[in-house]
């Protein structure tokens, strides 16, 4: 679906191959991904305050203690994301959203 393709390119852009060639989502690049969309989004950035929210969307997306989150976790986590962001999710809107 066109939402699976735009979700899809943040993923290609940020993700790498694990040793056993799994491609996953490191907590590092996770915080440093979202902290710029929550720049992006938020009139006022407060860095505490989103790096609060950062990581207790990560313990909710990579279900504890993991250090890392897979592809499906990060569809999930996008969804979201949108979801917190975006007035009314049509599939439209969530994908224009997310083609910003």
Excluded at 30 to 43: E, Q
Aim: glycine share 6%; charged share 25%.
């Amino acid at each position: 679906s066109s939402v699976r393709g735009a979700v899809g390119k943040f993923w290609r852009a940020i993700s790498y191959a694990s040793p056993d060639g799994v491609t996953i989502l490191g907590k590092v690049t996770y915080h440093r991904f979202n902290a710029k969309i929550w720049r992006a989004l938020l009139p006022v950035f407060d860095a505490k305050l989103v790096a609060e929210a950062i990581n207790d969307d990560w313990i909710t997306d990579a279900g504890g203690a993991k250090a890392f989150i897979s592809e499906a976790d990060f569809y999930t986590s996008m969804f979201e994301l949108v979801d917190n962001f975006c007035e009314e999710a049509t599939l439209e809107r969530v994908v224009t959203w997310l083609n910003k």
